[in-house]
């Protein structure tokens, strides 16, 4: 496993921002792909965001025109920049790097995730 650590999460008021990082102890240009995802309280965790190795990104629908992801090679950080947050945006995020390994699969790598609550 390679360590995964998320940062940036808290409280903030519906309408606001925050930015959500995701620092790997090792290169990330070796992922494949890197995700956010998120579970709030009794839900199924779901994926917002995704960015692959050639720059191609896709977002829930929930997060479109809303939330960018970002990969920073040099830095081995993963970025979530949240915008216009709304109450419905509250769970717990977690980092995730995808490395394929052969064609039937490969390795999933989860950071501990990080909380984040919007108040209305």
């Known amino acids: 496993q390679v360590p995964l650590v998320e940062s940036g999460g808290g409280l903030v008021q519906a309408g606001g921002s925050l930015r959500l990082s995701c620092v790997s102890s090792?290169?990330?240009?070796?992922?494949?792909?890197m995700s956010w995802y998120r579970q709030a309280p009794g839900k199924q965790r779901e994926l917002v965001a995704r960015v692959t190795s050639g720059g191609d990104t896709n977002y829930a629908d929930s997060v479109k025109g809303r939330f960018t992801i970002s990969r920073d090679n040099a830095k081995n950080t993963l970025y979530l920049q949240m915008n216009s947050l709304k109450p419905e945006d509250t769970a717990v995020y977690y980092c995730n790097a995808f490395r394929q390994v052969s064609i039937e699969g490969g390795v999933d790598h989860w950071g501990e995730g990080t909380l984040v609550t919007v108040s209305s």
């Open positions: 090792r290169s990330i240009s070796r992922f494949d792909r």
